[in-house]
């Protein structure tokens, strides 16, 4: 049985014992009816909403922190925070470490609960993993001037020394610099791929082109077509430097932070042979768009037993449940036949993200929250950073008064190597702290308004383009699981979508 805390307050003297028993009546009533077991009582009596006022409310929160309990219960909103702003803060808080907030006269399932915050959670995850290296002013006037930043140079392309003359008043300070210069070589592999593109060949024809015809690539192994598609989607071959575009997932977005130079570089094809090679790809790009790609694969599972819902192809490609498919397959007669239309449902849940969750988070308000709840994720990472640095701390003690002992020990004949041993393992365990500092650092971003809103732009962006690949991964971060229950009724199904972090589904009776 999980296990839950209770949480109730009363705000004035108009308000008795008699609030905060019928309050605890409802809370282990609900308690019960949902399989939880109340652990702990937590009571804040003629206190007001503000946590800082509520000694039994900070006692919970520790409590929760130190993962006494699974959930918190309260009877109502108004007894756990003042307003839905300061709740959502709360909760964030509790989620953090791991407990649910629920209450028994309000749904915090609904777009003011765990859908805004939970949702937003996972999008604020996948869309901040992209801005570990954000940019920074000295990378960015470097990235204006089209100077190599570093990396591999793209296939067709060499590197060379320069020197960039900067002037400091009277001085004139000479610092080194390293610019693109075409490799003839293979300059002249990139613009045959360009050609064949410009007459109709795709990626993967031009990698059995190329390998038919014996060329290889930089490391003098066989072309795959993904390294062909890349190279044909660079801007670089036709001289604009491009900087902070995104990587190969999400290049297609917009940015506005981009750094976009014309003309920076020495290009390898002509512009006119840009655009005739981009044409033809955007035909082939109508011609095979999502026909076999299954965006669901892996997340929709039949509502009868439980099983995973497998790909089932043919002129109507549909969903069909996998213990079914595996009775087919066996020539049995299954007791259950689930299956639903790839494209209805796909279309489905992708106007559902639309409309019922990031459709609806364009107020202040709500920015306001997921604000919140970055800015909470943001402290705990400094915490850990902090808690980190003072274990450091602790373990350098250690290791000096181990490094004394040492110096004692060959003073007087002892052999060291144990004292030795001891102190390489504390530098090992130091090493690794610093690594996790390190990758903590990384995760700390700084929110403001611009990135909420260009999160949330972005989740609009990917779910109405025709990235099927990016479509597919954004779909996996934000959805938990998908069940499809027959009504019993022609062509119609029960459809219920688990987001990420929530505890209940949203179920939809749908004409699919």
Not at 66 to 78: E, G, L, R, Y
Request: overall charge positive.
């Amino acid at each position: 049985m999980k296990r839950a805390a209770a949480y109730a307050r009363f705000s004035s003297e108009n308000q008795t014992d008699d609030s905060i028993e019928a309050q605890l009546r409802a809370i282990t009533e609900y308690a019960e009816k949902n399989g939880y077991e109340i652990v702990e009582k937590y009571i804040d009596r003629a206190r007001s909403a503000k946590s800082d006022d509520r000694p039994e409310f900070q006692r919970m929160v520790k409590d929760a922190k130190s993962k006494k309990f699974d959930a918190v219960i309260i009877h109502k909103i108004d007894r756990f925070a003042r307003n839905i702003k300061d709740a959502a803060w709360y909760k964030a808080e509790l989620n953090q470490y791991g407990v649910d907030l629920l209450s028994v006269s309000e749904d915090l399932t609904g777009t003011s609960g765990d859908l805004i915050f939970n949702i937003m959670a996972s999008v604020a995850d996948w869309y901040l993993k992209n801005l570990k290296n954000e940019i920074n002013t000295k990378v960015r006037i470097t990235a204006e001037k089209a100077y190599f930043l570093g990396g591999i140079p793209p296939y067709g392309y060499d590197v060379e020394e320069t020197y960039e003359e900067i002037t400091f008043g009277d001085r004139v300070k000479k610092i080194p610099r390293k610019k693109y210069v075409i490799n003839e070589r293979e300059a002249e592999v990139v613009k045959l791929m360009f050609e064949l593109a410009a007459k109709g060949y795709s990626s993967i024809k031009i990698e059995e082109y190329l390998n038919k015809n014996g060329y290889t690539n930089r490391r003098g192994n066989k072309w795959s077509y993904s390294t062909i598609y890349d190279i044909l989607r660079n801007p670089k071959y036709k001289g604009t430097y491009v900087w902070a575009r995104g990587n190969h997932r999400t290049s297609h977005i917009k940015r506005d932070d981009a750094v976009v130079v014309n003309n920076a570089i020495p290009a390898i094809i002509s512009e006119e042979l840009w655009n005739k090679a981009h044409a033809e790809m955007k035909k082939k790009r109508k011609i095979r768009k999502s026909k076999h790609k299954y965006l669901l694969k892996g997340l929709i599972y039949c509502g009868v037993c439980g099983a995973h819902m497998t790909p089932y192809g043919g002129t109507y490609p549909r969903y069909v449940c996998s213990e079914w498919q595996k009775a087919k397959n066996n020539r049995e007669k299954g007791d259950h036949f689930t299956s639903i239309s790839k494209q209805k449902v796909e279309n489905f849940v992708i106007d559902f993200l639309l409309n019922d969750v990031f459709g609806i988070l364009n107020s202040e308000e709500l920015l306001e929250r997921i604000k919140a709840m970055m800015q909470l994720k943001e402290q705990k990472h400094k915490d850990e950073i902090l808690e980190e640095k003072k274990k450091i701390n602790v373990l350098k003690e250690k290791k000096k008064r181990l490094e004394e002992s040492f110096i004692d020990a060959v003073e007087n004949g002892v052999n060291p190597e144990s004292i030795k041993s001891r102190i390489k393992k504390l530098d090992d365990e130091i090493k690794s702290l610093k690594l996790r500092i390190k990758r903590y650092n990384e995760e700390v971003i700084e929110i403001d308004d611009i990135t909420i809103k260009n999160m949330v732009d972005t989740a609009i962006s990917i779910l109405n383009s025709d990235d099927q690949v990016l479509l597919e991964d954004f779909l996996h971060q934000v959805i938990d699981r998908i069940e499809i229950r027959p009504s019993g009724r022609s062509n119609k199904n029960y459809v219920a979508i688990k987001l990420r972090g929530l505890s209940k589904y949203i179920s939809k009776l749908q004409n699919i």
